[in-house]
């Protein structure tokens, strides 16, 4: 017998409650800092019905998150300029996946907020054309909001992304650690994607 739609909704809501609470992503070495003193990331999570989507930070300047925080939907991290790796998922009826992995650079401020914006993310290419590439462009909204009260903006974000998972990076020590697998540069790309060697 098949779950009734109500039912899978509930437990998806429920599960992204969960792991939005316990899943978070600390992108830097040390004791946890005060929110006051790092930036903060969080991602976008939508159900529709019988439709998903989402996204989650998989890595800060090649930092990968513990196994027990690959379901994050908040990042900390330190002020500066930082590139930020995530991957956004999709899932209609009882089947999807991650679709697009891409990587941002921004400077980050202390004390602020951003949040990426659910279906703001736009591909420089089509979807057919997305197939045959291994890297294009893209672009995602970011809302900013300061410590200031109503201090809120929102601005778009240049990225790179890849097809269909992966990872990418701007050295092999950015890749998930593996003696097989090495940062492959694309030219006219600031990343380039982690594959395995000849």
Known sequence: MRPRAG?????????????????????????????????????????????????????????????????????????????????IERYFGGGGGKTDVCAMEHDFEAGHAYHLNAHSFEADVSWMQKHGSDLYRGSIEIEDSGPEKGARKSYRLETTCSFGGGSLCRTTADCVQHPDIVCQPREGYPFGRCVFGP
């Not at 040390?30 to 006051?36: E, F, I, S, V, Y």
């Open 7 to 87: 039912a899978f909704g509930a437990g998806a809501m429920l599960t992204a409650s969960l792991c939005a609470g316990c899943a978070t992503f600390v992108a830097y070495p040390g004791p946890r800092l005060p929110d006051a003193e790092v930036a903060t990331i969080t991602c976008f999570w939508r159900y529709y019905f019988v439709w998903i989507e989402e996204c989650h930070i998989s890595a800060v300047d090649g930092r990968r998150p513990k196994l027990s925080q690959l379901a994050n939907l908040t990042t900390k991290l330190p002020s500066g300029r930082h590139w930020v790796e995530f991957g």
